[in-house]
């Protein structure tokens, strides 16, 4: 987990959440922590252990959708030499290595019955019982879980198990989308910008073109933070113009002109081929229905700019040289279609 503390946003839904968590820290009970994928999750675990009483104690960390399943149980708990193939000596788990601090468990969705059971009795009771043992371990853990599913939902279906979502859910606190959080994609922005800029070595700051900025505020972020961020840095390291205000962002780093087609999926036994794929239809211009010829020159070349920019990842120099234009020209025709601002 990212040791990084710094909480950035402003907005209403956002601040009650880390209100929340602030409160909470200091009562020592189990915590889940509810949110879609990159809102920050760890970060308010952390926040949970630093201003508990266990703050000097270990934060011990699990992604429970990283290990296993034949693995997990003994991740979590431990076990002794020969309990297994492969335990060629006794280890410890992460609740002994987190005795009297904070067991961080990420991705608590994913983890098997059984293991769901042995939490289930790790918490009411303060015990683990290291795999191939009997004999059980007193341990001091707080549990700080996470999880983008919908729990109760999962308990309803027989997925999860009730009474461990009791136990887990003293305190449940919910993430706002970066979405919905008002104002916070420009003070994200600013923040990841700024600091990019110093990264890579830039003497000034000049924000990003009001365009890019509305494109970046529109935008849904799946991602949320963690995919604002990295848009954010590459539309700074990727941007030649350093005195000028940012113009073009990528939201998605994948999308290419070059990018590799899908494979054909092979016929299932005694079935039929796939069809074969048409033909790409031939582009067309409805020339008898150009009824204003300056108009009509205008938005061509504007395509061919736009097409031409997005082959040279928005290099202006190696767009005019691909053009056959010197770079002044090709910053007044930019300018002419209204480009300038987006790229």
């Not at 020592?28 to 922590?33: A, E, I, Q, S, Y």
């Not at 061509?300 to 997005?310: G, M, P, T, V, Y």
Request: net charge negative.
């Amino acid at each position: 987990m990212e040791r990084n503390t710094q909480f950035i946003g402003q907005s209403t839904a956002f601040l009650d959440s880390v209100e929340r968590a602030s409160r909470a820290a200091p009562m020592g009970r189990p915590v889940l922590v509810i949110g879609e994928r990159g809102t920050g999750k760890e970060l308010i675990a952390e926040r949970l252990h630093q201003l508990s009483r266990r703050w000097a104690e270990p934060l011990v960390t699990l992604n429970c959708a990283a290990m296993p399943e034949t693995l997990i149980e003994a991740e979590l708990f431990g076990h002794e030499q020969g309990a297994f193939t492969g335990a060629t000596k006794a280890r410890a788990g992460r609740f002994e290595e987190a005795d009297k601090g904070t067991l961080f468990l990420d991705e608590l969705a994913t983890l098997s019955s059984g293991a769901q059971e042995r939490l289930l009795r790790a918490v009411e009771y303060g015990e683990v019982t290291r795999i191939g043992s009997s004999r059980p371990i007193r341990v001091d853990v707080r549990i700080v879980a996470a999880t983008n599913e919908d729990l109760p939902r999962m308990a309803d279906e027989g997925r999860f198990r009730p009474d461990l979502l009791d136990r887990l859910s003293f305190e449940v606190i919910t993430l706002p989308p970066l979405r919905v959080r008002e104002g916070d994609i420009r003070v994200l922005t600013e923040y990841f910008g700024r600091r990019m800029a110093t990264e890579v070595g830039w003497d000034d700051w000049p924000g990003f073109s009001p365009a890019a900025m509305q494109a970046l505020e529109e935008y849904q972020w799946p991602g949320n933070v963690r995919e604002l961020r990295n848009v954010v840095e590459r539309a700074v390291y990727r941007w030649d113009l350093w005195d000028e205000p940012i113009g073009h962002v990528v939201f998605d780093p994948f999308d290419s002109p070059w990018k590799p087609a899908a494979m054909p999926r092979a016929p299932e036994p005694g079935g039929s081929p796939p069809p074969a794929a048409a033909a790409p239809a031939a582009p067309t211009t409805a020339y008898d229905q150009v009824t204003d010829l300056r108009s009509a020159v205008d938005a061509h070349e504007r395509a061919i700019l736009e097409q031409a920019l997005a082959r040279n990842r928005f290099n202006q120099r190696q767009t005019a040289k691909a053009l056959n234009l010197s770079y002044d020209q090709l910053r007044h025709a930019m300018k002419k279609h209204g480009l300038s601002e987006r790229t």
